[in-house]
């Protein structure tokens, strides 16, 4: 044993520091988790799942107030995927239709949002608009142009 050759005294002094440093270490990283995890539960992952940082966007946003959502709640995954696909459906590529906001998906969002003039709107404002025009599209007639 590596002890042997050591005092009682001195084992116990050793094995007390180590106790101490242990628990200063445990309360640290209590410390940070609680610190990191309000952070990362109201994190975007991305589609290789890092953390996506994105300055909030949000703006008043009645519709999403009317239904009883917050202006600023982000959208949750199953309103992702219909993002996504209305995205997919108007000619933009947000990547996999997969109810995750990647990087891929952020920036067909942020060229949706120019074209359609909603830079500052919220990602649920964008994704009404979207539903809406795809709702006009599909209702709209056919104009066949007669040929000659």
């Known amino acids: 044993m590596a002890s042997e050759g050591l005092a009682p005294e001195t084992t116990m002094r050793t094995h007390l520091q180590g106790t101490f440093l242990l628990i200063v270490l445990l309360l640290v990283f209590w410390w940070t988790l609680s610190w990191a995890v309000p952070i990362l539960d109201s994190a975007v992952f991305g589609e290789d799942g890092a953390v996506v940082a994105r300055a909030p966007l949000e703006t008043d946003d ?31 590529s947000p990547g996999p239709i997969d109810g995750i906001m990647g990087e891929l998906t952020r920036q067909a969002i942020d060229e949706a949002k120019v074209d359609v003039g909603l830079v500052e709107a919220s990602d649920r404002r964008l994704l009404e608009t979207l539903n809406a025009a795809l709702e006009a599209l599909s209702s709209a007639p056919d104009s ?4 000659p």
């Open 62 to 92: 009645q519709a999403a107030a009317d239904r009883g959502l917050e202006p600023d709640q982000p959208l949750d995954g199953n309103e992702v995927a219909d993002l996504q696909s209305a995205l997919t459906q108007l000619g933009y």
């Open 144 to 147: 066949e142009t007669p040929g």
